[in-house]
Each structure stands twice: as structure tokens, then as C-alpha cells.
């Protein structure tokens, strides 16, 4: 499900010490993307069932980290009140079987690999959105099965990236966020950089661009490509405040942000010939929510949605 965890290599090599901060970015970017994919299942084409949980796998880790797993494959995380944490699934849990069918053993090495994980991830995903799902865990050497009932949500993995970059990325399938990020801001404020990548996603612009023939690196930044690749980002922009509020969150968070926060981040997407000025994010944000209906229903598809399947141009 949920697809966070810093990077392997980086938390090999912090001290013992650092890795509860990491587990506790981890939870609250959990957090965030259960809210906003739950909430706007409604407004993505491309759904999953959602539990909840974030799985993390043995040969993801260093060979002296491996011998902690209950399992292959195990929970890192449960989201608080989610389905997994109601069906009493709990971190640490080793998954032994989905569906009454065991989990295939990783492939003997001592190479970092995400593959384990991803598959066992891949078969819940593949399930049908609504069905109760039927899980075979282990703790302390004993097994027991739960079954979770999933909700429905968009098909988008989350993860945390360390570093020091201020910065958030989506390539319509995954979305990354920068772990300095959790550093400088609260939780609203990430949800607002979380709702706009969960925007790209659901308004296909990696699809779209590449469709366009836009050139990424250096190139971004001049010309018809810049020029689309910000038409793009102030499509997400207005499309991630009323995710926020389909979310529960209070929509002018989005506007509130870029006012206060935008123009002092340094680096990142946010200083870039391919993306709007702060303040001009801002007031595109201001402009598009004053059009919203007083009795708009939960959750809002607004028109803008229809440009999805727009060429760019």
C-alpha cells in the first residue's frame, strides 16, 4: 500500500539512534496520503484498496538489519484508525500470507532490493478495491489471520526521500517527498505539497507531457517546455486545494502557504523557470476556490478535472 520509506541506503549508515526519526516521517507522511487518497478515491481513474499499512521488506536492509524481521515481509507502519489498525494489525507484524496464499521468499543476496516488497504490495493492489482482504501474519513466533476490509483509494504509492533538498515530485505513480520538508513544516503544510503531487498524478501530466515531446533537465526551463510544464503546475495547484478540502482540510491552507512560505524556500521545485512565482501561485489558488459553489458536495470533482484528457499544447 502505502510506499514509505527513506532511502535504504541512507538509513544503513545513520546511527541507531536517527531511525525513529525517520519511522516518525514516515508515519506522518502515512498520515497525510491516507486522508488524501481515501478522500478523493472518487476523482482518480486508477484506484486501489487502501488498508492503511506500509510494508517494508528484509532485503530492503543490510544483512546485520535482517535478522530483526518476523517475516520476509513485515508492517512498518499502521496509520492510526485505518482498516489494518482496526482488524489489529500492528507494526512489526510479519505477513506471511495474502489470501491464504504465502508470500514467495526473496531471492538469496546481499544486494538492496525493494523487489520483495514491491511485490507483495503489487498483490494487494491488484486485488479488487472493496474485498476483504485476508491476512496470515506472525509475531513472536506465532501466526494468526485478520481480515482487514479495505477502502477504496487512489492508486498512487508515497514515499520519503532523506536529504536536505526542499522539494516534492510525482511521476503519476509515485510521489516523493523530501524529508527536510517534515523538518521545517507541520502537518497541514505537507499536506498541501502532498495534495499538489497527488495532483499531477490524478490530472496524467507526466503522461501528457511526454505526449507533448517536452525535454526535461536544462531544457525544462526555456521556451514551450517551461511554458508547459507551469501550465501544469498551476493545474495541480488548483486541483490540490480541493483535494485538501475533499480531505477535511481547510483549502485556503494551499493559499496561506505559497503566501507565507513560497518565495523563502530555497532551491527545490520551488525557485524554477518552470514554476509560478509564489505569489502568483497564490493568487491563482485565491481566484480558483472563489469560483467553488457555497454548497459544493464532498467530495468536489471540479470542472478542471476535464483537462486531464486535454493535449497540452
Known sequence: MFRLFAVLLALATLPAHAAPSLLEVDQRLAAIAWRL???????????QPVIGATLHAADQYPAEVRDGFAAPVAVELVVPGAPAAQAGVVADDGVIAIDGQPLPA???SDALTSATRDAAQARIAARVVSAPLPLTLRRAGTERRVVVQPRVGCRVEFEVLTGR?????SDGKVVQVGSALFERFGDDQIA???????AHAILRHRVRLETAGVKWGLLSEFGRNAR???RTETEADLLGAYLLRNAGWDPQLAVRFWREHGSSIDGGMFHSRTHPSAKDRAAAIAAELATMPADAPLPYQPPLLAQRDEALK
Open 106 to 108: 526473496p531471492v538469496r
Open 228 to 230: 508547459l510544464f507551469r
Open 165 to 169: 533538498k526542499l522539494g516534492a515530485s
Open 192 to 198: 498541501v505539497v502532498v495534495a499538489h503531487e497527488l
Open 37 to 47: 487518497t481515501t478522500a478523493n478515491a472518487a476523482l482518480c481513474r486508477d484506484q
